[in-house]
């Protein structure tokens, strides 16, 4: 990733350093200034300023906040998956840190978005401009967490990320393999990014936002082949030994069946290093062997 010119290292914040903005963060500050931010700042990675906060509590955002920021990245996941959980990681944590920020104007806030704010199940493509109308609190409050940051007074854009998958996000994979994953067919559709695409992507924005270029306020971030998850199940079962499925084993997916457009991204110039599921989970299963 190569930050583009600026007058001088960019400052940005990642809000969140988890995995995700755990490697947002260690990726960006090859080429700038990043501080992060995390309950326990002893897990933030080596090269990104440490700043321990919870961002429930305005008043210890407040006391450790960096002056002169350029870009916030807002990453957070929820704590507890319930709706107070949701609420707190996707918008009230977010309310503080607008407020904390006070008078500082950023070229630009991301907040890190999902694709679950969609409720499609009728195997329709969706883009930036499909209806949102999320049937369940966790996409209703990370829509809710979106609007806060548009309406943050800040240039805001939301990135919208379907599930995403990697060596550290092993999941899927190991249940296909350990025959705990058995779908019906025809499955519903599935989509998914590659996290060091996800990083990518986060990391290709940010460097237009800093070199002036025109983002929109919203960008779906998903691989370029939506597909059945029976198929790709199917797939996995033939590159290795699996066990076989469980009486119990899982049939079908939990975010009902759309196709996720990224011609968006695309258009901005980005490019996958994990196109499809194939080039993802071949990579990891030599991995495994």
């Known amino acids: 990733m190569a930050i583009t010119e600026h007058k001088q290292a960019p400052r940005i914040l990642v809000a969140g350093c988890g995995k995700l903005g755990g490697a947002i963060a260690e990726t960006l500050s090859q080429e700038a200034e990043v501080f992060g931010l995390r309950r326990n700042p002893a897990r933030i990675p080596q090269g990104v300023h440490a700043l321990g906060a919870d961002l429930l509590e305005r008043k210890q955002v407040e006391a450790i906040l960096p002056e002169s920021l350029d870009i916030v990245i807002y990453c957070l996941t929820p704590s507890s998956y319930d709706e107070e959980g949701y609420r707190n990681a996707y918008v009230r944590g977010l309310e503080n840190l607008v407020a904390a920020l006070g008078s500082q104007r950023l070229t630009r806030l991301f907040f890190v978005s999902s694709s679950s704010v969609y409720s499609q199940n009728d195997d329709s493509w969706v883009d930036e401009t499909s209806p949102t109308d999320p049937a369940r609190f966790s996409g209703q409050m990370v829509l809710a967490g979106e609007q806060t940051a548009l309406n943050s007074g800040h240039p805001a854009t939301a990135i919208r990320f379907s599930g995403i998958y990697g060596p550290t996000r092993q999941q899927f994979l190991e249940a296909v393999m350990n025959g705990r994953m058995d779908p019906a067919s025809p499955a519903p559709f599935s989509n998914r990014i590659h996290e060091a695409d996800a990083v990518a992507a986060v990391c290709h924005l940010v460097n237009r936002a800093l070199a002036g270029e025109p983002l929109d306020p919203c960008y779906l971030a998903s691989d370029c ?53 194939r080039e993802g989970y071949r990579e990891m299963i030599a991995q495994q062997k």
């Open 225 to 277: 082949e939506p597909v059945r998850l029976d198929e790709v199940v199917a797939w996995v079962r033939e590159q290795v030994p699996c066990a076989a499925p469980e009486p119990d084993a899982r049939k079908g997916g939990r975010a009902g069946s759309k196709r996720c457009s990224n011609k968006r991204l695309l258009e901005s110039g980005f490019r996958f290093r994990y196109p499809d599921f």
